[in-house]
């Protein structure tokens, strides 16, 4: 009969703490768990005490923790697999209430812990995230950690996640972010399955850690968010890797790591002889915006220079047919980062911002479509009938229909893209087309441009915008116009 568990303890020169570890597994309730125990070439005595217990043992090779679990890993008979450091000790009944939480039928479970400095000097206050189901945008604390976690034998499989073997620092970090997009999220068990101890002094957080295992694991972490083409999967891995960057822990060896944007920034610009919007666009992005490059696609005004320049001709073109050429060949450029935000001239960006960013849509499409036509006696315009034929496009192949003309900044994967905009005759709209067609997802905000000349809430825009637009006449002769001017009164390097 197959087990429900396999529990993977694996052991090197734990000596000192090994035995509370094996008993607190050993005092289990009963069950039909799998007990695997790795001993990692040990030299202080573990391998003997190993022996003392009627579990699967195996001694191998010092390989380190990460090749220890793979190999417990291939030997693991059960449907789920849950893993234990050897000086950590269970929680009763912790095997019976994984058996039972399992068939919720998840990929990834998570539990509370307690932390202790010794496990006579416990004060069990639980460490926990509310119980529930999360997706990438509300990922739980603690969920770097393997030794909280259950994890699905056949998903582990099926995406060929196994631990990096010439990490010693972090290896749960990236084994856990792999399984976490690939599965989009986790569930987060309300039940503490684990009593964490503080006391190894030898433990590598504690001792045997420098600057170098930090950096190894920063460009390991970056390397997974850099293989990400999906918007919401890249926003949590950046958000990710930007959590470790900010921790105690790097910080303490000396991390210091300039958190630079990792992505470019291309300007759709014109081609015109002035562009005083775009001007304090970029104030406003030098400001407030962590970024790679910005690149100009299309013209350059006079008296600004961005990073690299991508010049097309644009006489002869229709607009949303000039805006479309641009973009494929933007999107053909590998000189430009494979993600990039896509800016118009007319962005500006209130507070500081990063790559974490989320997604934002402004409703549903129909309803949008319907209150532009509203403003013009019913009739339909150039513009919603692109977003019509974005939205019929989208009716016919079973897709979500949000409107993200929210005139904001939107995150753009180059090859993605391309399919979209090859894919389907004609010049849809492209921003509501992508955002649906790939499950950008995120969240319902209003709209960000100001079109009206005197706008008097602009206390009220600084104090909870992110960032706004603004139509030519707002800008030139409106409030707006004048708020921006006098916030982003400094020049920038874009300027001649």
């Not at 190999?71 to 449907?79: L, Q, S």
Request: glycine share 6%; charged share 30%; with cysteine.
């Amino acid at each position: 009969m197959q087990p429900k568990v396999s529990l993977i303890i694996t052991v090197y020169n734990k000596a000192p703490f090994l035995r509370r570890c094996l008993d607190s597994v050993k005092n289990q309730v009963k069950n039909d768990a799998q007990i695997i125990v790795v001993d990692d070439g040990s030299t202080d005595g573990s391998a003997e005490i190993c022996d003392e217990y009627d579990f699967e043992i195996y001694h191998i090779e010092n390989g380190g923790v990460s090749e220890a679990r793979n190999f417990g890993m291939n030997k693991a008979k059960g449907e789920y697999i849950t893993f234990l450091d050897s000086d950590d000790i269970l929680t009763p009944k912790t095997l019976n209430i994984m058996e039972k939480v399992a068939g919720r039928g998840f990929n990834i479970y998570q539990f509370g812990q307690y932390r202790c400095k010794t496990p006579e000097n416990c004060n069990k206050i639980p460490y926990a995230s509310p119980k529930g189901h999360y997706d990438l945008y509300f990922i739980p604390k603690y969920w770097v950690m393997v030794w909280n976690k259950l994890y699905k034998k056949s998903f582990l499989e099926e995406n060929h996640i196994r631990f990096q073997k010439d990490m010693s620092f972090g290896e749960d970090a990236i084994f856990n972010m792999q399984c976490i997009l690939a599965n989009g999220g986790l569930y987060h068990a309300p039940q503490t399955t684990i009593i964490h101890c503080l006391d190894d002094k030898n433990s590598l957080c504690r001792g045997n850690l420098n600057l170098e295992k930090i950096e190894k694991l920063d460009a390991e972490l970056n390397k997974i968010a850099d293989q990400q083409i999906e918007p919401n999967k890249i926003q949590w891995a950046r958000i990710a890797v930007n959590e470790h960057r900010n921790s105690r822990l790097f910080k303490k060896y000396g991390f210091n790591k300039e958190s630079k944007g990792e992505y470019d920034i291309v300007y759709m610009v014109k081609d015109e002889y002035e562009n005083e919007e775009l001007r304090y666009s970029l104030r406003s992005v030098e400001q407030n915006w962590k970024y790679r490059n910005i690149w100009f696609c299309g013209g350059c005004p006079n008296g600004l220079k961005p990073d690299k320049m991508f010049p097309i001709k644009q006489e002869g073109f229709l607009k949303w047919d000039r805006v479309r050429d641009m973009l494929i060949k933007v999107c053909e450029n590998d000189d430009i980062s494979e993600n990039f935000w896509l800016f118009n001239d007319d962005f500006f960006i209130l507070k500081p911002m990063a790559d974490d960013m989320q997604p934002q849509y402004n409703g549903e499409l129909i309803p949008y479509i319907e209150r532009i036509e509203k403003k013009h006696q019913g009739r339909e315009d150039a513009y919603t009938s692109r977003l019509r034929q974005a939205n019929n496009t989208l009716k016919k192949m079973g897709y979500t229909t949000f409107n993200y003309e929210v005139h904001k900044p939107m995150l753009i994967n180059r090859k993605k893209a391309l399919e979209v905009l090859k894919k389907f005759e004609g010049t849809p709209c492209f921003r509501s087309l992508y955002g649906n067609y790939y499950a950008i997802g995120g969240i319902n905000k209003h709209d960000m441009k100001i079109k009206v000349l005197n706008y008097g809430k602009m206390y009220l825009v600084e104090g909870t915008w992110e960032f706004l637009s603004t139509s030519d006449d707002s800008f030139n002769y409106g409030q707006v116009g004048t708020f921006l001017r006098e916030k982003f009164y400094k020049k920038c390097r874009f300027e001649l």
